[in-house]
């Protein structure tokens, strides 16, 4: 009876080896250890927002469009449940996905205004935090293209012969990635002109940007 029941147990093993079980397992974990990664850079980044507002606002209040934007790209973005079965939802993704990008975008407008007062280029605090911004929107990208690959090596793991019959046999599916082109356009910086500025807050050294979307 142990040597049948030995046998029974190598059989199964090498079935579901065979059909891509296992395989399909540790690509999916790869998969949520990779998204967890990409969630803690975006709170990171959201974490640091107010504090880069606050300093901001002291020198450029003036600029309540730029600020606005920014606080409320962040509160869209909070709003956001970041489940990890948000992955498997295209729509829910591609919407978290969106609202990402918007506040990437607006925290690329902070920044470029910023860059024309020179009292608060010269703030300690700013200078912090903008490092701190501009070393996770570095660690944002690493992490995001982490992720696209171990979702790209999951979809094929699911589509290819003979994983894809396991697959569908247990109800697994492709995964939602990440637009890198769609992501990239949003957070481009806006133009810039300085024939329109705006009346300087007290203390700046320079006149207002006028942002031009």
């Known amino acids: 009876?142990?040597?049948?029941?030995?046998?029974?147990?190598?059989?199964?093993?090498?079935?579901?080896?065979?059909?891509?079980?296992?395989?399909?397992?540790?690509?999916?974990?790869?998969?949520?250890?990779?998204?967890?990664?990409?969630?803690?850079?975006?709170?990171?980044?959201a974490d640091l927002i107010p504090n880069l507002v606050s300093v901001v606002q002291g020198y450029a209040s003036h600029e309540?469009?730029?600020?606005?934007?920014?606080?409320?790209?962040?509160a869209n973005v909070a709003g956001l449940k970041a489940t990890p079965e948000l992955i498997n939802d295209p729509a829910a993704f591609a919407k978290f996905q969106k609202a990402?990008?918007?506040?990437?975008?607006?925290?690329?407008?902070?920044?470029?205004?910023?860059?024309?007062?020179?009292?608060?280029?010269?703030?300690?605090?700013?200078?912090?935090?903008?490092?701190?911004?501009?070393?996770?929107?570095?660690?944002?990208?690493?992490?995001?293209?982490?992720?696209?690959?171990?979702?790209?090596?999951?979809?094929v793991s699911v589509r290819t012969f003979p994983n894809s019959l396991t697959a569908s046999v247990m109800g697994w599916k492709t995964k939602a990635n990440f637009t890198v082109d769609d992501e990239k356009a949003m957070s481009s910086p806006p133009a810039i002109k300085f024939d329109a500025p705006a009346t300087p807050a007290a203390g700046a050294a320079a006149p207002a940007p006028v942002v031009v979307k």
């Open 100 to 155: 990402q990008g918007e506040l990437g975008g607006a925290l690329s407008r902070l920044l470029v205004v910023a860059e024309n007062y020179p009292q608060l280029k010269a703030d300690a605090n700013f200078r912090d935090l903008q490092a701190q911004v501009e070393g996770t929107e570095n660690r944002i990208t690493v992490a995001r293209n982490r992720y696209i690959k171990t979702v790209q090596e999951y979809n």
């Open 1 to 45: 009876m142990r040597i049948r029941l030995l046998a029974v147990l190598v059989l199964a093993a090498s079935l579901l080896s065979g059909c891509g079980y296992n395989q399909i397992q540790i690509n999916d974990e790869a998969v949520n250890a990779a998204w967890s990664e990409v969630l803690n850079q975006y709170k990171r980044r």
């Open 64 to 74: 309540k469009e730029v600020l606005t934007r920014v606080t409320e790209a962040r």
